[in-house]
């Protein structure tokens, strides 16, 4: 954005945010603009490129090679995509630039919830397990 266009922004920027609100309200605008922004991400692929290298150190044959080694599905649910048109997230430990795999958006932010940390994890596991029964089924817990 240009100093003139951000200050046009600053100055404007109640008005401009009520336009905003108003045509996202409007039916069908968030759908179409959800559609048209999912069919630019997969059509930039250069886009897609340079943030992986600037910010993983992973290349386009890195990336290919995970997705392969993962069967072109999440490390921990079977999701290739989700509806929007994201692809497979680069997972990685946080401070650093090494990479663990690929988790779709769901899974990657429910890492991220939990603060990565495995025994957050564990916690949580065995919190719903207490509210399944035999049969796999989740249950109601008692007051």
Known sequence: MTTAGRAYYLANRERISAQHREYRSRPGNRERQQAYMAKW???QPRIRRDHLGARYGVSQADFAGLLANQNGVCAICPATSDSRGYR??????HGTTRVRGLLCNRCNTGLGLFRDTPQLLARAI????????????SRVAKA
Do not use: I, P, Q
């Open 41 to 43: 991400r997969l059509e």
């Open 88 to 93: 497979l997230n680069v997972d990685h430990v």
């Open 126 to 137: 065995g919190y719903l397990l207490r509210f399944v029964d035999m049969d796999g089924v």
